[in-house]
């Protein structure tokens, strides 16, 4: 009764969570939107200078590498928790329907442990930024702020494996 009870908090802890992150999830992918938006604009534009001025934006190159890493990283939180990313499922459907939810299990534990070491990769390299105010090399632009969204996204990508696990169990016990 006591590993019911206890699996049974932890799911809704899991619900009461999902319903408090999605909304900033769904921010970020509208985030993650308008850079790729942006993307298409810069070069867009860039080609259009180059052929009517001979002359195209200087920057581009370092702005659309800097939206292009953003907007993978702000929109990845939701992708994760609605699992829609590119997966193979050859073996998992193949599998007998006892060892899916362990598979799932498994697979939210490895992209915990995945994300949770990027995280603390990420952190050394922003403070470095940070303390030196380093910039891009040709738009001068202030880099800490592009890099805070790394391990911002890995801790929001780490709740989201987290949710997906349990509602993966809940699905299972229901």
């Known amino acids: 009764m006591g590993a019911q009870t206890r699996h049974s908090t932890l799911c809704l802890l899991s619900r009461k969570t999902e319903v408090f992150v999605t909304p900033i999830f769904y921010f970020m992918a509208v985030l993650a939107t308008i850079a790729s938006v942006m993307i298409i604009i810069l070069i867009g534009g860039s080609v259009t200078m180059r052929y009517l001025t001979f002359t195209p934006f200087r920057f581009t190159e370092e702005l659309v590498g800097l939206l292009m890493t953003s907007a993978f990283f702000l929109s990845l939180p939701l992708v994760t928790l609605h699992a829609k990313h590119v997966r193979v499922l050859i073996l ?22 995945f994300c949770a070491w990027f995280f603390l990769l990420c952190i050394p390299w922003l403070e ?43 699905k299972v016990a229901e």
């Open 128 to 170: 470095f930024a940070y303390d030196r105010q380093i910039k891009t090399e040709v738009g001068r632009l202030i880099m800490y702020p592009w890099m805070s969204i790394l391990p911002l996204s890995m801790l929001l990508t780490i709740i989201a494996f987290i949710i997906r696990c349990f509602s993966d169990s809940l």
């Open 92 to 113: 998992i459907s193949s599998l007998p329907d006892k060892i899916k939810p362990w598979v799932a299990g498994l697979a939210s534990f490895f992209g915990v442990v």
